[in-house]
């Protein structure tokens, strides 16, 4: 069971190129998130999918765009990087649909780090 | 919003000792709240969580406490062990919402 897979591991980008973050989950969870982590504080939340067809932003969408393929697979796009968005990004999913209020537990990708020059 | 705070961004711990990690929250309606490990180069992963209804929660060697008069949790960890060592979120549940702390960094010492 691979849970949540993220690719690519790492990447460089320079200022003004473009990339999309793959992630793809295998447990038929309902929700999809996307998050950056930056030292010293935590993560925070880009943009998130409750349900299959359905995306929100999150607390600093700036800069990003996603898409919920299907069920399984939530892409994060830079249109065009800039140096703040070098960062940590994680994928995460959850079984209950955001916007239920209630147990709300996130299982995570490994990861994805982006140095953009 | 949310505002999550943690009380110390690092904790050393002797191997054997028990660990004590503090997390403060803003909001008096958050409803569910969450504790997270994260080892060096992996995801988040879930450690133990708590409703607001309940005060303390027990699962294999850790302990939430939370707080609701001061907006306090934390999380114990008994007999702390190296494969302990890593940074440790809280995470504050507002119906939906997650809001993290910028984690603590637990270092075991041999």
């Known amino acids: 069971n691979a849970g949540v897979t993220q690719t690519p591991k790492f990447q460089v980008l320079k200022t003004g190129q473009s990339m999309t973050l793959q992630c793809a989950q295998d447990?038929?969870?309902?929700?999809m998130y996307w998050y950056r982590q930056d030292p010293g504080m935590g993560l925070r939340l880009i943009y998130y999918?409750?349900?299959?067809?359905?995306?929100d932003k999150g607390e600093v969408p700036n800069g990003y765009n996603v898409s919920r393929l299907n069920k399984r697979e939530f892409s994060l796009r830079l249109e065009s990087a800039a140096p703040s968005q070098t960062s940590v990004y994680f994928c995460?999913?959850?079984?209950?649909?955001?916007?239920?209020?209630?147990?709300?537990?996130?299982?995570f990708g490994a990861g994805s780090r982006l140095t953009v020059l | 919003g949310e505002s999550v705070g943690l009380h110390l961004p690092t904790l050393s711990v002797q191997e054997g000792d028990n660990s004590i990690i503090n997390c403060a929250y803003s909001n008096s309606a958050s409803d569910y709240f969450i504790w997270y490990k994260q080892e060096s180069g992996k995801g988040p992963q879930f450690i133990i969580d708590?409703?607001?209804?309940?005060d303390k929660r027990q699962g294999q060697r850790v302990t939430v406490l939370l707080n609701k008069t001061v907006k306090h949790l934390s999380l114990q960890i008994a007999a702390t062990q190296p494969g302990d060592s890593a940074v440790y979120f809280c995470a504050v549940v507002n119906d939906y919402k997650l809001s993290f702390g910028a984690g603590t960094t637990v270092t075991v010492r041999a």
């Open positions: 708590i409703r607001s209804n309940m």
């Open positions: 999918s409750a349900s299959e067809g359905t995306t």
């Open positions: 995460a999913s959850s079984e209950v649909s955001a916007g239920v209020p209630g147990a709300n537990v996130l299982t």
């Open positions: 447990m038929n969870h309902n929700s």
